[in-house]
């Protein structure tokens, strides 16, 4: 099914999206979510085992972690959902560095 990738941890997400997005051109940014607001408008957050992107395949270093995947999308036009907006650091070959 199409989710969202979520984290708490934020080198996770640095580790992700290195793995998966390199090659995906732009400007990105990691967003804070409130949980209990997104639960509270239907929106399901479920912890699973990591899954693949595309044509890329997981990494084995995650085959005994799970991740939570927020289905049902993000409504960020409603307040308290997002709670807060970092940039995410990338060089010039499209590698995730750092989240401000």
Do not use: Q
Not at 53 to 69: A, E, L, R
Not at 87 to 95: L, Q, V
Request: charged fraction near 20%; aromatic fraction near 8%; include cysteine.
């Amino acid at each position: 099914g199409k989710f969202t990738h979520a984290t708490a941890i934020p080198n996770n997400l640095i580790d992700t999206a290195n793995h998966f997005y390199t090659s995906t051109k732009g400007e990105w940014v990691c967003i804070e979510l409130d949980r209990k607001a997104l639960t509270n408008l239907g929106i399901v957050t479920v912890f699973e085992c990591a899954k693949p992107v595309g044509d890329i395949d997981t990494n084995n270093d995650w085959k005994d972690s799970v991740f939570p995947h927020i289905f049902g999308g993000i409504p960020v036009h409603v307040d308290g959902v997002v709670t807060n907006v970092h940039k995410m650091k990338r060089d010039a070959d499209g590698t995730f560095l750092s989240i401000d």
